[in-house]
């Protein structure tokens, strides 16, 4: 009897332990191949930065389903990224491969009824590497939707020791283009509106650009074509932004000249943790 009571309690632990850990997948900050998929599903995160003026509270649909908790504008869901509002987290939904529509929307208050669809979409995720879906843009009046998308497959092999790999997304509405600039060095110029920069690495640490100058990394942009000591649109000034080994998705949102809920970021995406 105590044999078979240890046969249980074994048996027992085991499916908890798996339980546990499937459970756990893509919420807690494990090793990125912990959260990973299967060869059946993609990898989606879902980069909210649509600057409404009223800065509304909102859900995340996948195929009808809510995927989301209530999060606002500046939002890469789930996990997030720097200068943003959501976690330090490289995190994926797993999704189906194929066509998968995503929304956008408002819930009537106490309900999970949609009172609203601010925005939705159809995209394809063709396999099971990690894609980002950068949503831009606003409503500018009663009747018209300006909102855009942009999904952009993220390169997240491993990276070298004492690199950081990068790519930029520009969101801001009202600059059709602007340049990039590390430590006051141009990194990248002409990055039009909802486009997306190659991917690319830069050094750290002491090795990384405009050091003897900038010890803590400062990335701006500005205009495209404006001088370099112009007055910058957004800028971010933080290590965080120049870390070893990591792939991050700088982006850009907002609106330039316009400040509270429009005000214009630069921001990042983490799209793989060290």
Do not use: E
């Amino acid at each position: 009897m105590k044999k078979q009571i240890f046969k249980y309690s074994l048996t027992f632990a085991a499916l908890f332990l798996l339980y546990s850990c499937k459970k756990s997948d893509g919420v807690t900050n494990q090793p990125y191949m912990a959260y990973g998929t299967t060869g059946t599903q993609g990898q989606l995160k879902i980069n909210f930065a649509s600057a409404y003026l009223a800065n509304p509270t909102v859900l995340l649909k996948i195929n009808g389903s809510v995927v989301s908790s209530s999060i606002t504008a500046r939002t890469p869901f789930p996990g997030g990224g720097y200068n943003t509002n959501g976690s330090n987290f490289a995190l994926y939904l797993a999704v189906p491969q194929g066509t998968n529509t995503v929304s956008v929307v408002r819930p009537k208050v106490g309900t999970n009824v949609d009172s609203i669809v601010l925005y939705s979409t159809n995209i394809s995720i063709p396999d099971n590497a990690a894609y980002t879906l950068h949503i831009a843009d606003t409503m500018v009046d009663g009747t018209t939707n300006n909102t855009k998308s942009l999904l952009v497959q993220n390169q997240i092999g491993n990276v070298d020791t004492g690199f950081c790999r990068f790519r930029f997304v520009n969101l801001i509405p009202n600059l059709p283009a602007v340049d990039l600039y590390l430590n006051g060095i141009l990194m990248k110029s002409n990055i039009s509106y909802l486009a997306a920069t190659d991917t690319f690495s830069v050094r750290t640490g002491v090795n990384a650009p405009g050091y003897a100058t900038s010890v803590t990394p400062t990335w701006t942009i500005r205009p495209a074509g404006a001088l370099a000591t112009s007055t910058a649109t957004a800028t971010y000034a933080s290590v965080n932004a120049l870390q070893s080994t990591m792939v991050l998705t700088g982006f850009f949102m907002g609106y330039s000249g316009l400040t509270g809920t429009r005000l214009p970021y630069l921001s990042f995406t983490l799209d793989k943790n060290q």
